[in-house]
């Protein structure tokens, strides 16, 4: 199944993927339904949106409210400035109207028509959404349901039906000369080809676009994760939300910096590099910043990390490489999602964290000039090693532990691509074994340790 590097990668909105950047979308959907439903220009009055499961539970936390009310203004989450947010949302406590374009004036009260349902999810996916459009007698004109399925993709019912039972063969058959839905196929593709991963990804990439097109996009992908570690390096102070987490970046960059210039370095000073790329970007995640879902907004920190070690501390490293390294991420992405899920209110941070680690230990392998089957072996160490991992955060904020979790998948990754340089690529689990064992761990775990914040951490530690 072919599913595109931008749509693993997508510049957005802290702080999820999922829960803000995933309803903006689903905000925009909706509002060009309605305008094209006969007579609806004329007879709506109000909006209200539910939020269904994990979107409610943790939807304060994740912004999931401001999220539906900045898409309900026209923002996008690729080019809304974050800086706009709090004015913008103001404008609207204060008018509690919606100017759309192609509609009539619509009242939308912030505090009543986002609804936070806190009952059972519904049935097809924890994050559902629920819009409900009224006349002026509170007469339902329309309603109609989304699901935020991760990674800031959403569908409708129907199409999440059909995706859920289209046959394997009806997801491969699509119009790229490299269709591959999973890892044994991406491996038996590339030998009958004689390419690489990202070789195959990009010709997919290129049937719809000219390469030079598809490799500036990539590289502006890359400067977007690249500017998010900068300003992450730089920034301090107190994280919103109410924990009083502080931001650490900043000053263990610093730290590093003074200890590389006065004594010859550890040698482990290499995760903490690992550690502090990593954490700059979950902090801005945190913060509502700029960053590029990796596969997911939760998960951002990995991805870039080890990109950034890449460029920084391996020699030989270059633009190049960087491209190589996103193309085989995004084609690992893509199978784990095709087959799994990347959201954690699905499968717990196994489909995120872990994913991004999988992601990552295979563009790093890639990169450094493993083969096809290295790249495999690197993906599955790396996942495998993330089964079962819960989604637990404390408040339903993406801070605790989530900021220092994407350091720790950072160092699986590089620790999974270095074991797998070391052999021939042969190994035990298939990759395809890992992401189908991910699935069923995921279906099996409890609810409450899928982005509920009804259990594991967040009811075991005091909030302060």
């Known amino acids: ?36 439903l006969a007579g609806a220009q004329a007879r709506a009055a109000r909006l209200s949106v539910t939020l269904h499961g994990s979107l409610a539970f943790t939807g304060k936390g994740h912004a999931t409210d401001k999220a539906v009310c900045l898409g309900l203004l026209g923002a996008k989450p690729d080019t809304l400035d974050p800086d706009q947010i709090e004015p913008m949302l103001e404008t609207l406590q204060q008018a509690r109207k919606l100017s759309i374009p192609g509609l009539p004036e619509i009242g939308f009260d912030p505090d009543k028509d986002v609804i936070f349902d806190y009952g059972p999810p519904l049935p097809l996916h924890a994050n559902g959404m629920t819009f409900n459009l009224l006349d002026a007698s509170e007469t339902l004109i329309d309603t109609f349901i989304y699901f935020s399925i991760g990674g800031g993709f959403v569908v409708s019912e129907d199409e999440l039906r059909k995706t859920t039972n289209a046959p394997a063969n009806e997801l491969a058959a699509q119009p790229v000369p490299f269709p591959f839905s999973t890892a044994r196929e991406m491996l038996e593709m590339g030998r009958e080809a004689g390419l690489s991963i990202a070789e195959m990804k990009l010709q997919n990439e290129c049937c719809d676009s000219e390469r030079d097109d598809v490799e500036a996009r990539i590289d502006t992908l890359w400067a977007a994760m690249d500017a998010c570690i900068n300003r992450g390096i730089t920034q301090a102070g107190i994280l919103p939300g109410g924990l009083k987490v502080k931001r650490r970046a900043a000053d263990i960059y610093q730290q590093l910096i003074r200890e590389g210039r006065s004594n010859p370095p550890f040698e482990h000073s290499v995760v903490d590099w690992l550690g502090v790329y990593a954490m700059a970007v979950n902090e801005e995640n945190a913060a509502g910043g700029r960053v590029v879902t990796a596969p997911t907004n939760g998960a951002a920190g990995v991805i870039p990390a080890v990109t950034r070690y890449y460029l920084d501390h391996c020699p030989g490293a270059d633009q190049t490489g960087v491209r190589v390294f996103l193309l085989t991420a995004a084609a690992v992405g893509g199978i784990i999602k095709s087959n799994a899920s990347i959201s954690g209110a699905e499968v717990g941070c196994q489909g995120e964290v872990g994913s991004a680690s999988a992601m990552a230990a295979a563009g790093l392998c890639a990169a450094l000039g493993g083969t096809n089957e290295q790249v495999e072996n690197a993906a599955e160490i790396a996942l495998e090693h993330h089964l079962g991992m819960t989604c637990d955060p404390i408040a339903g904020l993406v801070q605790v532990p989530c900021i220092e979790r994407n350091a720790l998948g950072a160092v699986k990754a590089v620790t999974a691509t270095s074991l797998a340089l070391r052999g021939d690529g042969t190994h035990f689990v298939p990759l395809d074994g890992c992401i189908e064992t991910m699935r069923q761990t995921g279906m099996d775990m409890m609810e409450q340790y899928k982005e509920t914040s009804q259990g594991g951490l967040a009811v075991n530690i005091v909030e302060c």
Not at 1 to 29: L, N, Y
């Open 1 to 36: 199944m072919f599913i595109s590097v931008f749509d693993i990668f997508k510049i957005g909105i802290g702080p999820s993927s999922s829960h803000t950047v995933g309803p903006m979308v689903a905000v925009h959907r909706y509002l060009e339904r309605v305008r094209g």
